[in-house]
């Protein structure tokens, strides 16, 4: 069965502009999360989605959005990007939800 | 205010020791905890599960321990080698629900 993809690996952008980041789960997860990871905050928890619809969210303020398709297939969107949005950008995936997540190998982001 | 905190410092051990790796945590009544290893530039991979009513869970080389009075989970690899070198986290479930809140993880070096 194949991983958790997503897509782009890397993205480099200027402050101001926005970025669209996709996730493709594992194949019969319905429930895709959204995490940051920096080395200063670590991973933190941006949002879950589970049938298109969003369940769960974290911290982040609003330029930080997601959505689902019925594939289950998910993008993240972050408006007006600014210096500190540079980070490891990490999609999860698991069956319904439950505990255990199986994470994609991220999209690294920088903001110049 | 919630907080997970695993060592900061890199845990540096000789092949064939056991290493222990510690994360405590304050503030919050977990159903269960997990520990992922994250290899640079790749996705957290999980390993392992535990429940708030089990003290201890083993698989092959690694064991781990949950104390629910001290707010505490131990972390061991026996026999360790190079290849287990990486940086280990550990999560707790958010308490509502589909989110994963993480420690900071710690890094461990194996040397021949």
């Known amino acids: 069965k194949a991983g958790v993809t997503q897509t782009p690996r890397y993205l480099i952008k200027t402050r101001g502009q926005q970025v669209t980041l996709s996730c493709s789960p594992i194949s019969g997860h319905r429930s895709v999360s959204w995490y940051q990871q920096t080395p200063g905050q670590g991973l933190q928890f941006l949002f879950e989605?589970?049938?298109?619809?969003?369940?769960n969210k974290g911290n982040f303020p609003g330029r930080f959005s997601g959505r689902q398709f019925s594939n289950s297939r998910s993008e993240m969107n972050v408006s007006t990007l600014e210096l500190g949005d540079s980070a490891l950008y990490l999609c999860?995936?698991?069956?319904?939800?439950?505990?255990?997540?199986?994470f994609g190998p991220g999209t690294r982001l920088l903001v110049l | 205010s919630q907080k997970i905190e695993q060592n900061s410092e890199a845990l540096n051990i000789q092949e064939g020791k056991t290493a222990t790796l510690t994360c405590n945590y304050t503030n919050y009544s977990p159903a269960y905890l997990q520990w992922y290893r994250q290899d640079p530039g790749r996705g957290p991979v999980f390993l392992l599960l535990?429940?708030?009513?089990?003290k201890e869970k083993r698989k092959e080389r690694l064991k781990v321990t949950f104390d629910t009075t001290l707010k505490q989970s131990l972390f061991h690899i026996t026999a360790s080698q190079p290849a287990d070198s990486a940086t280990y986290l550990c999560a707790l479930d958010g308490g509502s629900g589909y989110a994963l809140n993480f420690g900071k993880g710690t890094s461990l070096l194996v040397t021949p």
């Open positions: 535990i429940r708030e009513n089990e």
């Open positions: 999860a995936s698991s069956l319904n939800g439950e505990e255990t997540q199986y």
């Open positions: 989605y589970f049938s298109e619809t969003q369940r």
